[in-house]
């Protein structure tokens, strides 16, 4: 596929459960991205992977979020004990380097549910 | 204070009409502006970046950026209701090795009634 390409697209889950939510990127991308859009909250940062190494994780809200990117390429974002305020839309992005250009494509993104 | 301030709308107007979205933000530090359009229930894309102060024109769009007032704009001329949709700014500095992240405003949600 020629975007970024995210699963599952939407995901239902009870309180307390854990979830993983995976990101493909655009081939040949080497800075990955995670982010999370609230309702009314806008865009917000989480990690940023450049190859396999996460320089910059700072936006992680709690230590039950986790994320890991491996071949330099998938990366899954990993929620433990899941609580509704994390319910949002995560989104994944990717660009050819790390860019100050807002040079990030977008996938379509996961829509998290706790119930 | 936010360090980028947009506000939500919802903006609506008529098939035609001039738009002008804005944001401002606290944090002179910035010096790279981006506008994105998300469409319902998909991703942001990018629309238009310029760096620093200035005008920066594509087709339809215009983005404006006034680093003295710390205020940034996005003209639509002869708006389409295909232009309905939600506008994000972002930002971010100018530092060697950067990560890239950006600062995203919330958003203006665009409608364009034919």
């Known amino acids: 596929g020629a975007g970024v390409s995210q699963s599952p697209s939407n995901k239902v889950t009870e309180k307390g459960k854990d979830v993983e939510l995976r990101c493909d990127p655009i081939?040949?991308?080497?800075?990955l991205y995670w982010y999370r859009q609230s309702l009314g909250q806008g865009l917000e940062f989480l990690i940023y992977?450049?190859?396999?190494?996460?320089?910059?994780k700072s936006g992680l809200p709690s230590d039950r979020f986790s994320a890991e990117r491996t071949g330099g390429s998938v990366s899954t974002l990993t929620i433990q004990r899941t609580q509704q305020e994390d319910s949002a839309v995560y989104l994944c992005?990717?660009?050819?380097?790390?860019?100050?250009?807002?040079?990030?494509?977008f996938g379509e993104g996961s829509r998290l549910t706790v119930l | 204070q936010k360090e980028v301030e947009q506000d939500p709308g919802p903006l609506s107007v008529p098939e035609g009409a001039i738009v002008s979205l804005n944001c401002t933000y606290s944090?002179?530090?910035?010096?790279?502006f981006m506008w994105y359009r998300q469409y319902s229930r998909k991703g942001p894309e990018l629309l238009m970046y310029?760096?620093?102060?200035g005008n920066k024109e594509d087709g339809r769009f215009t983005a404006q950026v006034d680093k003295s007032s710390k205020y940034i704009s996005l003209f639509i001329r002869d708006s389409q209701p295909s232009d309905s949709a939600t506008y994000l700014c972002?930002?971010?500095?100018?530092?060697?090795?950067?990560?890239?992240?950006?600062?995203f405003g919330k958003g203006t949600k665009l409608s364009v009634k034919p």
């Open positions: 972002a930002m971010s500095f100018l530092q060697g090795g950067s990560q890239g992240n950006l600062i």
């Open positions: 310029t760096y620093s102060s």
């Open positions: 992977f450049q190859g396999n190494s996460a320089p910059d």
């Open positions: 992005a990717s660009s050819p380097r790390a860019s100050n250009t807002g040079e990030l494509f």
């Open positions: 944090n002179s530090a910035f010096q790279y």
């Open positions: 081939s040949g991308h080497t800075a």
